[in-house]
């Protein structure tokens, strides 16, 4: 397959401005602030959080420019900051969850780029009562999605791999797509990571034929092998809900997986399951660089290129990002460290906001931020803190404003 071609610019971002950037007052530039923040998972999305931070800076600043440009790493939130950005359209489509149950799923589009979030269709919130299903989750539905971007017309997929419910390869995906995975006896085997180890044999034939001209991206910031200790499911197997005997399970099926994809796709596969990105979303990369031809990027640099962040950049003389938590992860590859490298470029300072900060300052800086600020500095309690980010981001925006943007209310220093 060919490669990817890089995402198209958005025409129009989405601008939340009170006045243009570049319009003088009383001589001087008027400042103009970024919002790019990433959701604060379990409390607020990215373009609430944007839009309570931008509602506190022009309480303290009257008049003050602002731009909401909600961001994401290719896991949860990555449709709807590309839909908020303007340049792109949600399709609603009905595809199984995790467990089965169908599900409503979102996917963006931009004339033949589809941009499919696994978690919209088979992601931890998708799960049925929120009780995890570690064996039995299965990636099928974003496979459904996938089908569906293509009856549009889509002929280059991004697919946004994080937060997902399952560990199964990315088997339910391509099945979905029409590849056939049988046991011993020829019979298709069930969905889930646990019935991997009964795999003995993987027929790619029945894929889509459409896929042949598509081109497929994997946006994540995952970049995990598929085995190992640092792989799919001893490293998140965890966080699905899989004890250390379903972590055996699901390790013994992936190493199974591989071994029969080997004859399938070539001995091509074995290197394919040590890449970076392999493990991300339960093995979802896996399947999707094997059997797809796919390539990987980092999730955020996706996200950032489709919503026209250099654009911003250039307007902006404040950059304010942040997540529900900054800590080691975010140095990892998340969206608040993707803006800021990008805003670094561009000699824009940025500061960090999150619910729950776990850096050291010596790391808040070493990341590009000038500042980092806590809700938790305004209420320690971890569960009012969350309830109440609204307000506390619009604090938040009060106190960005008063330390780090002049008084527009009077003539600044040196104003004629």
Excluded: N
């Excluded at 570049?22 to 400042?31: F, I, K, Y």
């Excluded at 696994?118 to 931890?124: E, K, R, T």
């Excluded at 950032?304 to 990002?321: M, S």
Aim: charged share 20%.
């Amino acid at each position: 397959m060919t490669k990817a071609r890089p995402l198209p610019q958005p025409r129009d971002p989405v601008r939340g401005a009170a006045a243009e950037p570049g319009t003088r007052w009383q001589g001087t530039p008027l400042p103009h602030v970024l919002l790019a923040p990433d959701k604060f998972k379990g409390s607020l999305g990215a373009a609430e959080v944007a839009r309570h931070l931008a509602a506190g800076l022009r309480r303290a600043r009257p008049g003050l420019s602002v731009t909401g440009l909600p961001v994401a790493d290719g896991g949860e939130g990555t449709v709807d900051a590309l839909v908020h950005s303007g340049g792109f359209r949600r399709r609603v489509v009905t595809v199984g969850g995790p467990t089965g149950r169908a599900v409503r799923a979102s996917f963006a589009q931009r004339g033949t780029t589809a941009v499919v979030e696994l978690a919209q269709s088979s992601g931890l919130g998708r799960l049925p009562d929120g009780i995890p299903a570690p064996l039995t989750a299965s990636s099928r539905g974003a496979g459904e999605v996938v089908r569906k971007a293509l009856d549009t017309g889509a002929r280059t997929i991004v697919l946004g791999l994080g937060g997902s419910a399952c560990t199964d390869g990315g088997v339910g995906l391509l099945g979905a797509l029409g590849a056939r995975f049988t046991d011993a006896g020829g019979r298709v085997i069930p969905d889930g990571g646990a019935a991997l180890r009964g795999l003995a044999d993987a027929d790619l034939s029945g894929l889509d034929a459409r896929l042949a001209g598509t081109e497929f991206l994997l946006a994540t910031d995952v970049d995990a092998p598929l085995l190992g200790p640092g792989g799919a499911a001893a490293a998140y197997g965890p966080q699905k809900g899989a004890g250390p005997e379903d972590v055996a399970v699901l390790e013994a099926g992936l190493s199974r997986l591989v071994e029969i994809l080997v004859p399938a796709v070539g001995p091509d596969a074995a290197r394919v399951a040590s890449l970076p990105g392999a493990g991300a979303a339960g093995g979802s990369g896996f399947g999707a660089l094997a059997c797809l031809g796919a390539r990987r990027r980092l999730g955020v640099d996706v996200v950032l290129d489709a919503v026209g962040i250099e654009q911003e950049l250039r307007a902006a003389t404040l950059v304010v990002t942040g997540e529900g938590s900054l800590d080691l992860q975010t140095l990892q590859g998340k969206a608040p460290l993707g803006v800021a490298r990008r805003a670094r470029l561009h000699g824009v300072p940025v500061i960090a906001v999150c619910g729950r900060l776990t850096l050291t300052r010596e790391q808040v800086a070493a990341a590009g931020f000038r500042a980092a600020y806590t809700l938790g500095s305004l209420e320690p309690d971890r569960e009012r803190s969350i309830a109440a980010a609204a307000p506390l981001l619009r604090t938040m925006g009060r106190l960005i404003a008063r330390e780090h943007l002049p008084d527009l209310t009077s003539p600044p220093a040196g104003a004629r």
